[in-house]
């Protein structure tokens, strides 16, 4: 790979991580409702999901994704599923402890792991980045195994970085809010884009 299209792929990548997804929402509701770690959890199953593209592009993805389809559409109903439980969570514990305690003792920081894991290998956009822009940047056909280095490096630098970025600062504003006297409607409204997130990956499947 060239200097070039090493730094065309990180600001891409950089792009796409930092637009509002439902990966976006998996890192910030965690880091803010279960700590700082799930945040970092979430991201790094995110990364770790972007990384595998990575390594099935190099080896055909489309041909592999065709393959493997109907995993993908379980692993997105997963994830879909995933986030509504997280939303009725966090519109039920609005109104005090109630379901927001089972999700705290139900969600380790495996789970957020896993959880960002599944919505990353679920995510069509995701599916189709890697199949028909990646290799605009990376000539698959001549890559090497510097290349290949560079390119997890990339991926976890932007896709990790930008992840990060946002968990801290989910976690920074979610400590700044204690006693915030309308802290009841920004949890029932972040349970409901949960929801709504959760519904549209299915809907879109």
Do not use: C, N
Not at 35 to 52: F, P, T
């Amino acid at each position: 790979m060239t200097l070039a299209s090493s730094l065309s792929l990180f600001l891409v990548m950089v792009t796409l991580a930092a637009v509002p997804s439902s990966s976006v929402a998996l890192v910030v509701v965690r880091s803010a409702q279960l700590g700082l770690r799930h945040g970092i959890a979430a991201a790094l199953g995110i990364v770790a999901g972007d990384l595998l593209f990575v390594a099935l592009a190099v080896a055909g993805l489309v041909a592999i994704a065709e393959m493997l389809g109907t995993l993908f559409a379980v692993l997105r109903y997963l994830a879909a599923a995933y986030l509504i439980w997280i939303g009725l969570g966090l519109i039920r514990g609005a109104g005090g402890t109630g379901m927001m305690g089972d999700v705290q003792r139900a969600g380790g920081t495996g789970v957020s792991f896993l959880a960002g894991v599944a919505l990353t290998l679920g995510d069509v956009k995701a599916i189709l980045f890697y199949a028909s822009l990646f290799p605009l940047f990376v000539e698959v056909s001549a890559i090497t195994l510097l290349d290949v280095a560079l390119i997890a490096a990339i991926t976890l630098v932007s896709v990790g970085g930008v992840k990060l970025a946002y968990a801290l600062a989910a976690r920074s504003i979610a400590a700044a809010s204690r006693g915030f006297p309308l802290k009841r409607p920004v949890r029932v409204a972040a349970g409901a884009m949960m929801i709504g997130t959760g519904g549209y990956l299915i809907a879109k499947g």
